[in-house]
């Protein structure tokens, strides 16, 4: 079966437990920890996942009491980059 779009929601959580297609920007949060800057500015167009990508920056770096610690705020398995 085929994956739903995802028009319209910003939320990383929703869109994986909704089961909707979605671009895989995992390695956006790898990228924003080595900049080592203090502010981050993400100048993209309209509709280039700005929001998202924010969200699932957040979603990685909550920290919830329920989840194990080899888990990340969604309760997927943490994966190391490759380099």
């Known amino acids: 079966m085929a994956k739903k779009a995802a028009l319209g ?3 990383f959580k929703k869109i994986i437990e909704g089961n909707f297609a979605l ?3 995992t390695l ?6 080595q900049s080592g800057t ?7 167009p309209r509709r280039f996942g700005k ?5 699932m920056l957040r979603y990685f770096c909550e920290k919830t ?3 194990p610690a080899h888990e990340n ?3 997927f398995p943490l994966r190391t980059a490759k380099t």
């Open 65 to 67: 009491l329920l989840r």
């Open 28 to 33: 956006f949060i790898k990228e924003f920890f």
């Open 9 to 11: 929601l910003n939320d």
């Open 51 to 55: 929001t998202m990508n924010l969200s």
């Open 23 to 25: 671009v895989d920007k």
């Open 73 to 75: 705020a969604c309760g």
């Open 38 to 44: 203090e502010v981050a500015l993400v100048p993209r």
